[in-house]
């Protein structure tokens, strides 16, 4: 069990107002209606109106509610996102159960974590001597001011890394590929997240000042740069530990990598 709480709450009135208006003002029409839609029914859970709907638990603290908090950007709302008491999201709630499987038995490997989440810092006490942290612009990390574009470690390093949302922000996602397939072991594996619409063929660059520094918005072909990278590519789709009770998309997908 994870001990952390970092309390989300909805948003003020006054927050609400304030953020509308740059959307209105910014003819952001459609992120304005969506942000409307989510902190009004956000609030409204404060007054129990959605005691009638299914329970829902964060496995990572073990939270449970009949809502968690609604998220939404440019595109799309996204419901049931964040756990309203340690903020885990969708692919978190994932995660956990693929990273238990693959790190808790085997916790003699050595593992490397790209830009790591504090809400899984339970998941590897049992394995913090073999376990390392690192980043571009995170402080506290075994290795910091690494580019996962260019990085410094030596080839076939680690047996396992951790890769979730990073790889949107890069410049060059290619070189990040290769450089996460040359630090690995033969035989050793990468699980890697990534944000996209999987019901797009392809994937679409975009210019990252808009869009939350993220250079692309992944599609299906993502894959085949995965598999030109790497020996064998695996898609899993993390609904499949019991979606509706964790609040697991319906598409959340991770991709074990292996060299």
């Not at 459609?30 to 956000?42: A, D, G």
């Not at 085949?224 to 609904?239: D, G, P, R, T």
Request: glycine share 2%; hydrophobic share 35%; with cysteine.
């Amino acid at each position: 069990m994870n001990l952390i709480n970092i309390k989300r709450k909805p948003h003020s009135i006054k927050k609400i107002i304030k953020k509308s208006f740059l959307f209105f003002i910014n003819d952001q029409w459609k992120s304005f209606v969506y942000y409307l839609i989510t902190e009004l029914l956000n609030n409204s859970s404060k007054f129990r109106i959605f005691n009638f709907l299914t329970i829902k638990i964060c496995p990572i603290c073990e939270y449970s509610s009949n809502s968690f908090y609604h998220l939404s950007n440019h595109r799309s709302i996204s419901w049931n996102s964040a756990c309203t008491n340690c903020d885990s999201r969708s692919r978190h709630r994932g995660l956990f159960f693929l990273y238990r499987k693959y790190i808790s038995n085997k916790p003699h490997k050595k593992v490397l974590h790209f830009a790591p989440e504090i809400i899984f810092s339970s998941l590897f006490i049992k394995t913090k001597k073999y376990y390392f942290t690192t980043d571009l612009f995170m402080k506290n990390v075994n290795y910091p001011k690494e580019d996962i574009q260019n990085l410094s470690f030596k080839d076939a390093t680690f047996d396992m890394i951790l890769c979730n949302h990073v790889l949107e922000h890069v410049k060059s996602d290619t070189k990040a590929f290769s450089e996460i397939s040359r630090i690995l072991k033969k035989k050793g594996i990468a699980i890697i997240t990534i944000p996209g619409n999987w019901r797009n063929k392809k994937t679409i660059s975009q210019n990252p000042i808009y869009h939350n520094g993220h250079y692309r918005h992944y599609g299906l072909d993502v894959e085949n740069l995965m598999k030109k990278k790497f020996k064998k590519v695996k898609k899993i789709n993390m609904y499949k530990y019991n979606g509706k009770l964790y609040a697991i998309k319906k598409l959340e997908f991770a991709y074990i990598c292996e060299k």
